[in-house]
């Protein structure tokens, strides 16, 4: 879960955004990615995301937002561990180096959101109801999975996860920001500093992935040598 972006001096990494508890220490090529890098991107400000939760004008709670925040109740509800961004943020307070930025705004991912059918949101709110009585266990096959780097194993999750079951959720949450970040990429050439890219794990799977959409904005990645 860690590529070179040939030509650009940017790489991925593939993240999980909170651990099971119990875990492990971080695998090696995790700190490695870290100690490479001189600037460190991720994918938005969850504060900017959250904000778009409310219809601005009405301050009704969006069906979507609804949907996030019940994933949220969902991981509150067990026992979890920080993240690989939040391990980062503190390693990166402890040595002066920049904070991290971000590839989207919190608005250009809520942009999505509200163009999704409301029969895609209830059908996607259905499946996270039925996958609330297994979030531990699900977790626990998400880190498994990223741990080995099972990309066949990651795929699986993300087409039977509440975000990737439907066309239109799976659209919006994957492909469409997928296919931003790879523009993004593309336009910036390459980068006079050691850049890294810390995206979620799924979003590195499957045939639209952020890998397979930068190959076709003419860019090559490979994995780096463990």
């Known amino acids: 879960m860690y590529y070179d972006i040939a030509g650009t001096n940017t790489r991925i990494l593939g993240a999980i955004h909170v651990f099971p508890a119990g875990t492990s220490a971080v695998p090696s090529w995790v700190w490695d990615a870290f100690h490479w890098s001189e600037l460190i991107e991720k994918e938005h400000d969850s504060a900017e995301l959250i904000a778009c939760f409310h219809d601005a004008h009405t ?16 991981f509150r509800s067990i026992a979890v561990l920080p993240g690989v961004e939040v391990l980062f943020a503190n390693a990166l307070a402890a040595t002066s180096r920049p904070a991290m930025t971000y590839l989207e705004t919190g608005k250009s991912v809520g942009d999505l959101f509200d163009a999704v059918p409301a029969s895609s949101i209830a059908a996607a709110h259905t499946v996270m109801d039925a996958a609330m009585a297994q ?15 099972d990309a066949g194993a990651l795929e699986a999750i993300q087409r039977e996860s509440p975000l990737g079951s439907m066309p239109s959720m799976r659209h919006a949450f994957f492909s469409a920001r997928n296919e931003n970040w790879a523009h993004t990429i593309a336009a910036r050439g390459p980068s006079d500093k050691r850049r890294l890219l810390v995206v979620g794990a799924l979003h590195l799977v499957g045939p639209d992935s952020l890998l397979q959409t930068l190959t076709r904005c003419g860019l090559d990645t490979h994995p780096v040598p463990g």
Not at 59 to 74: E, I, S
Not at 135 to 149: R, V
């Open 59 to 74: 301050k009704a709670l969006k069906p979507w937002g609804a949907l996030f925040m019940k994933l949220g109740q969902g």
């Open 135 to 149: 979030m531990e266990a699900n977790l626990c096959a998400l880190h498994s999975a990223w741990n080995k780097g």
